[in-house]
């Protein structure tokens, strides 16, 4: 099996068309859905855990920056890295990336099982967005017409965030979105590339991410506390299989990184519920989701944090995850947290 696997830091599913965005444009990563099979339940069992390389000849390009890199040890699992950083100032964060890929893919032409894993992090702030497409995704927001004056919001502070200040989650989300396109715009000629040569053919192509980037849903921007809402765990995940097999196809069923291990039974993985756990800056939390809700339950507390009591979600209505309702039904949240603490072992 021959795999090109794209892990794009930061991407939230709510960017993307394929999970019914309709107002960003990204028309390269459309079409790789149309081609592929969407998996629309594929959540971290750890953000920003990174999903190794799979049987076979390996090589990683990494396309980030280095101050994005994960701790050597994640790198040492490959069979060969190859750099391909961006450019001063990230204005074209892939043109080394399209330089670098025919050289990579030359080493492993003659394998019959390959994996591919390319990194990128062009979602991560400082965002590199162009003035002009900025201005597409604000004009209709200013009265008289004149967006020229309003510039991107291109590095926001990671912290704390005020979820009722409009004009700022505006001006944050439409920057996001322009970088989002210009990404896109640039993931075009790698896609070309590997049409080229012939690797739409007979390989399988994957996107996905380790962890997506809070944009100021739940009062966070960047990875601040380890609040396990959608926007930090529901991960996209696509999957191009060769030839176009299963084109259109929705994977509906709960998925986790440690299923791409095993893409042949990628489409059939039957799970109830999904655990997913994280630790950072001094708190812990740990989350279920099944079919009908959503549970996140703190196991530890920041200092200078106030407490941060168990939440409740009901699924799949509540996408976003605006309604708690655990003070509403005390009978689910115990349900759940029993289930959770036998599922995690005593660790919850």
Same mark, same amino acid.
């Given at each position: 099996?021959?795999?090109?696997?794209?892990?794009?830091?930061?991407?939230?599913?709510?960017?993307?068309?394929?999970?019914?965005?309709?107002?960003?444009?990204?028309?390269?990563?459309?079409?790789?859905?149309?081609?592929?099979?969407?998996?629309?339940?594929? @959540? !971290? #069992?750890?953000?920003?855990?990174?999903?190794?390389? $799979?049987?076979?000849?390996?090589? *990683?390009? %990494? +396309?980030?920056?280095?101050?994005?890199?994960?701790?050597?040890?994640?790198?040492?699992?490959?069979?060969?890295?190859?750099?391909?950083?961006?450019?001063?100032?990230?204005?074209?964060?892939?043109?080394?990336?399209?330089?670098?890929?025919?050289?990579?893919?030359?080493?492993?032409?003659?394998?019959?099982?390959?994996?591919?894993?390319?990194?990128?992090?062009?979602?991560?702030?400082?965002?590199?967005?162009?003035?002009?497409?900025?201005?597409?995704?604000?004009?209709?927001?200013?009265?008289?017409?004149?967006?020229?004056?309003?510039?991107?919001?291109?590095?926001?502070?990671?912290?704390?965030?005020?979820?009722?200040?409009?004009?700022?989650?505006?001006?944050?989300?439409?920057? @996001? !979105? #322009?970088?989002?396109?210009?990404?896109?715009?640039? $993931?075009?000629?790698?896609?070309? *590339?590997? %049409? +080229?040569?012939?690797?739409?053919?007979?390989?399988?192509?994957?996107?996905?991410?380790?962890?997506?980037?809070?944009?100021?849903?739940?009062?966070?921007?960047?990875?601040?506390?380890?609040?396990?809402?959608?926007?930090?765990?529901?991960?996209?995940?696509?999957?191009?299989?060769?030839?176009?097999?299963?084109?259109?196809?929705?994977?509906?069923?709960?998925?986790?990184?440690?299923?791409?291990?095993?893409?042949?039974?990628?489409?059939?993985?039957?799970?109830?519920?999904?655990?997913?756990?994280?630790?950072?800056?001094?708190?812990?939390?740990?989350?279920?989701?099944?079919?009908?809700?959503?549970?996140?339950?703190?196991?530890?507390?920041?200092?200078?944090?106030?407490?941060?009591?168990?939440?409740?979600?009901?699924?799949?209505?509540?996408?976003?995850?605006?309604?708690?309702?655990?003070? %509403?039904?005390?009978?689910?949240?115990?349900?759940?947290?029993?289930?959770?603490?036998?599922?995690?072992?005593?660790?919850?």
């Amino acid at each position: 099996m021959k795999v090109v696997s794209f892990l794009l830091h930061g991407c939230p599913v709510s960017f993307l068309g394929a999970y019914g965005n309709e107002w960003v444009g990204t028309p390269n990563l459309d079409r790789l859905a149309a081609e592929g099979v969407v998996f629309d339940a594929h @959540f !971290a #069992a750890e953000p920003g855990l990174r999903p190794g390389p $799979l049987p076979g000849h390996s090589a *990683l390009i %990494r +396309a980030g920056r280095p101050e994005n890199d994960a701790p050597p040890a994640y790198y040492a699992g490959w069979g060969r890295v190859v750099d391909a950083r961006p450019g001063p100032n990230n204005i074209s964060p892939l043109d080394a990336l399209t330089r670098s890929l025919p050289a990579v893919l030359a080493t492993l032409a003659n394998d019959p099982d390959w994996h591919l894993g390319i990194e990128l992090d062009t979602l991560l702030p400082p965002w590199h967005v162009p003035q002009h497409v900025f201005e597409v995704y604000v004009e209709e927001l200013i009265e008289d017409g004149e967006a020229a004056g309003v510039e991107p919001w291109a590095d926001p502070p990671c912290g704390w965030f005020d979820e009722d200040d409009q004009a700022s989650w505006e001006l944050l989300h439409r920057t @996001f !979105a #322009a970088a989002m396109t210009v990404f896109d715009v640039k $993931l075009g000629p790698v896609f070309d *590339l590997l %049409r +080229a040569r012939g690797l739409d053919r007979d390989a399988h192509w994957l996107f996905t991410t380790a962890a997506g980037f809070p944009l100021g849903e739940h009062g966070v921007i960047g990875y601040h506390r380890p609040w396990l809402h959608e926007e930090l765990v529901h991960l996209p995940l696509i999957v191009r299989y060769p030839n176009g097999e299963h084109a259109g196809r929705r994977g509906s069923g709960f998925t986790q990184p440690e299923d791409l291990h095993d893409l042949s039974k990628l489409l059939t993985t039957t799970r109830d519920h999904v655990i997913t756990r994280h630790s950072l800056h001094g708190s812990s939390e740990i989350s279920i989701r099944t079919a009908e809700w959503t549970y996140l339950h703190p196991m530890t507390t920041a200092e200078d944090d106030d407490e941060r009591r168990p939440k409740l979600f009901a699924r799949p209505d509540d996408r976003w995850e605006v309604n708690d309702l655990a003070a %509403r039904t005390p009978e689910v949240v115990e349900e759940l947290a029993n289930r959770l603490q036998s599922l995690a072992g005593g660790n919850s």
